[in-house]
């Protein structure tokens, strides 16, 4: 059974108004304990409406959201305890910031979760970890951090909750390149060692292709393409289409392919980069 599932989910702003939108249109998608999943799609897409959907924060206008199969909405406590079973954070979540020290910021979450003081600060230990945040940050104010550095304050906040699935909205929007591969390692890692269901909203498809096992495109409200990074990069044409691209290096590989070169074009990362020129190379005669 999926661990979280939408079923025909729709969702209309402004019901009623000149300024109604329509953000969400029968949304069926069903996410696996486990997986890393990457939600790209154009500014607009619903990406934002869809993930405040799956922690409760938003409700249904028709449609329904199951977490372990069980309706979100069912009753309040149901609806309680999706928002601690499903962390969200948000774009820009350093603006949410606001206790006096990094320490306090982080262990708000737990904190409003009724743990004890020992478990809070094992929490807040284990979330500083996979963000590297040093120990000597805890007794200072966030204020006096850079911007990525407050970013990952407010992912540790999220993190120390130890939500079963943790959904992250563009955390690497804003940041340098080094910020944003720092950022993306730390979360891919997070996932494959804690083995929670993670979701990340992201415009960069070089992101996406370094850390997702799945791919969920939006476009105009609904979820329009989903599979493997392959199955869904291959589809170059539909991805441009929607004002999308592909990774950069798999633009230059088709490139490559386009000008006669006869290599393959499945190709995301730096590694499988790599791999395929050393291949041309030694087919090529090349020697080490
Ligand atoms: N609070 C709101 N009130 C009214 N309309 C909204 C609100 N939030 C979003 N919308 C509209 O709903 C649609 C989907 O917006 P949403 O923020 O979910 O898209 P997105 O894919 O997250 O975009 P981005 O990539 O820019 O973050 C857009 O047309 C947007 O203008
Ligand atoms: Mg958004």
């Known amino acids: 059974m999926p661990i979280l599932e939408t079923q025909n989910l729709t969702y209309v702003y402004g019901e009623g108004t000149p300024f109604r939108i329509e953000a969400l249109k029968n949304v069926n998608i069903s996410i696996e304990k486990g997986e890393l999943v990457g939600v790209i799609g154009h500014t607009g897409s619903g990406k934002s409406t869809l993930m405040q959907h799956l922690n409760g924060l938003l409700k249904p206008t028709s449609g329904k959201v199951l977490l372990g199969g069980e309706d979100i909405h069912a009753s309040k406590e149901a609806t309680r305890a999706a928002r601690f079973r499903v962390g969200l954070c948000f774009q820009y979540p350093e603006y949410q910031l606001f206790e006096s020290t990094v320490y306090k910021d982080i262990a708000f979450g737990p904190r409003n979760m009724g743990l004890n003081e020992t478990e809070i600060r094992e929490r807040v230990q284990?979330?500083?970890?996979?963000?590297?945040?040093?120990?000597?940050?805890?007794?200072?104010?966030p204020f006096d951090l850079s911007g990525g550095e407050k970013r990952r304050v407010a992912i540790a906040g999220v993190m120390a909750m130890q939500p079963e699935i943790l959904i992250l909205d563009e955390p690497t929007a804003g940041l340098d390149p080094r910020g944003r591969d720092r950022i993306t390692d730390?979360?891919?890692?997070?996932?494959?060692?804690t083995g929670s269901t993670v979701l990340v909203v992201s415009h960069s498809m070089d992101d996406v292709a370094s850390f997702a096992s799945r791919i969920l495109v939006m476009d105009h409200g609904q979820n329009v393409l989903g599979g493997t990074v392959d199955e869904v990069f291959r589809q170059v044409d539909k991805l441009v289409s929607m004002g999308l691209d592909v990774p950069q290096l798999t633009k230059i590989f088709l490139r490559l392919q386009a000008s006669g070169v006869s290599v393959r074009t499945d190709i995301y990362t730096l590694a499988q980069a790599k791999r395929e020129l050393l291949r041309l190379f030694f087919e090529k005669g090349g020697t080490a």
């Open 126 to 141: 284990r979330a500083a970890e996979f963000l590297e945040i040093r120990s000597d940050w805890m007794d200072k104010s």
């Open 186 to 193: 730390m979360i891919c890692k997070y996932g494959l060692s």
